[in-house]
């Protein structure tokens, strides 16, 4: 099968970029080793909670100007799909971020395999890039 992208992981950089390419109706497909989105943050940090600030009353009422405070917060087009509505705790719990981009990937609609850990990447002399899974495809 030929995709025009392919992400490697469901993390926030690969769900984020994944959002971006459905909004726009690229052609596109993300493959994750895990069970389902970031599971990355189901083990780290071994404390279990984000180093990431949660600035859920920044003072400001200007939704950009909150976005600017929202270190955890992927972008949408959905005002409601924000990390702070998960959330109060000023360095929050790993698990509602895991919460959180598990959501973010449902609402969305992101196209994800989960379970597909990806063992090979080659490129050829044509410049396409071949990936292969640990199943052989």
């Known amino acids: 099968m030929v995709r025009d ?12 970029l994944a959002a971006l390419l459905e909004r726009d109706g690229r ?12 599971t990355f943050f189901t083990k780290y940090p071994r404390h279990r909670q984000l180093i990431s600030v949660n600035k859920v009353h920044t003072g400001y009422t200007d939704p950009e100007l909150d ?5 955890n917060s992927l972008l949408s087009d959905d005002p409601e799909l924000l990390f702070s509505r998960y ?10 971020f895991v919460r959180y981009l598990a959501d973010f990937a449902d609402r969305t609609g992101v196209r994800v ?11 050829a002399d ?5 990936v292969s899974d640990a199943a052989g495809r």
């Open 5 to 16: 992208y392919l992400i490697i992981g469901a993390g926030p950089a690969g769900l984020q």
């Open 27 to 38: 052609d596109y497909l993300v493959l994750e080793r895990g069970s389902g989105p970031g």
């Open 67 to 71: 976005l600017r405070m929202d270190w």
């Open 87 to 96: 959330s109060e705790e000023y360095f929050p719990h790993a698990d509602d």
């Open 113 to 123: 395999e989960y379970g597909t850990e990806v063992v090979r990447v080659s490129r």
């Open 126 to 130: 044509d410049g396409l890039f071949t």
